[in-house]
């Protein structure tokens, strides 16, 4: 399975950001052996951490089918693309990419063989029936919320029917969707994405995730712990609860009282085996007493938060529909890290907003100097089809928009490095999770995110060790066993 990216970032707007453990198709078992004449699947994923978790379950539920899922798309009877329509670069790039499955496909079809192609993701649900319009390449649309009918939509395309499935299925995907089983979660590694929450209610005024993922759905309890289980039992040490606004989830606890996420992580970090928890993304208006308390008392939820607060200026905030001001925010962070102060901040910054003079620029500058951030993401503003915000008569020059990102980004760039080097020196602990670029490293993770780079055996994948930072790289520490 290939991952372009993650966290519903784009590669090029976002240079100087690694992305938070996507890779999680590296393989430390070996997987199922293939039948010799089983059909293959490409999944190729664009976009944030949720459609990686996706791209894992559709996988699952096609390898119950008998397709197999293979890293060579020349390889592959099924090519799927799970895409992102977050920003228009992120959506058009499927476009191009269909444009040289194209000639593949054809080249197959000169050898007398078939090829069939897919789109799921947010591009699939927001464009529908128009994808096939625009690339008759494609044999199957299919939206978020109805992966489970999948295998179905395949035997009907293979029927040769073009086949689109964007309606909000009534029942619940993830009831349908098989659960993650022990070898298809030892094949991938050490740390695991779990899905807890998903869509979103709060309509900020330049998003489409709204559109395209429906309104919001938290995941019952029993379910997340039984999935947490298998994925520990399958040797994951470390969970990261995922949801569009993941700190809005909410349900009923094992003892009967309605459960927010600080209580679902207080319980999640009862299971033995399981060493570390993490969530993302967090809505600051969704961050209650409660989770905050959690990182004050959870040894295993590791000091990393993923805060977008995408402005500075009150004025911007409130154009965007974010329902929060500068000031709140601040006040908020300055209560997190009371509870937790060793933790990481992350966050996500939009530059351009129609109607963003250069005072209300400034001002996201000024909170950026003043939360000091050790991670983040920052865009350009994209209009998107169907938003309040692409419907605005004040849109910013293009240029402008470059200037201001550029701006921002050196800025977070120094607190990013100023954060890596402030750990040089340190002793800290990484859990290991898959080999280095060279013969006898591995790269592991620090408590804040940071890929580790030590000489360690691979026997030593998924031990937590005792590292000395001995020095920081671009986007990583590297370091020496204790
Ligand atoms: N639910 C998360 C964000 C999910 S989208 C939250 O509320 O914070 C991930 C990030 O993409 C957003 O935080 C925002 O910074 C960026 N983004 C979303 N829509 C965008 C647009 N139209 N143009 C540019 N960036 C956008
Ligand atoms: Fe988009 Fe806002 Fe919802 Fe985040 S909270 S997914 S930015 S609408
Ligand atoms: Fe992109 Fe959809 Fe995620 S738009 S960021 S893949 S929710």
Redesign the pocket.
Known sequence: MRVESG???EVEDNVMHEMPSVEAADVTVAPPRPAANARKVFVKTYG?QMNVYDSERMADALSAEGYLPTDNPDDADLLLLNTCH??EKAAEKVYSELGRIRLLKEARAAEGRTLMVGVAGCVAQAEGREIIRRAPVVDLVIGPQTYHRLPQAIARARDGEKVVETEYAVEDKFDHLPAPDRRTVASRGVTAFLTVQEG?D?F?T????PYTRGSEVSRPVAHIVDEARRLVAGGVREITLLG??VNAWHGVGADGREWGLGALLRHLAELDGLKRLRYT???PRDMDDALIAAHRDLEKLMPYLHL?V?SGSDSVLKAMNRRHTAADYLRLIERIRQARPDIALSG???VGFPGETEDDFEATLRLVEEVRYAQA?S??????PG?P?ADRPDHIAEDVKSQRLERLQALLRRQQQQFAEHCVGRTIDVLLEKPGRRAGQLVGRSPWLQPVIIDAKSSQIGDIVRVRISGTGTNSLFGEQF
């Open positions: 966290n519903g970032t944030c977050i920003r979103c709060k900020c330049f998003c489409v995730v569009q606004n993304t967090s809505h977008p995408q996500d910054f939009i993401y865009f350009k503003y994209s209009p998107r938003t915000g």
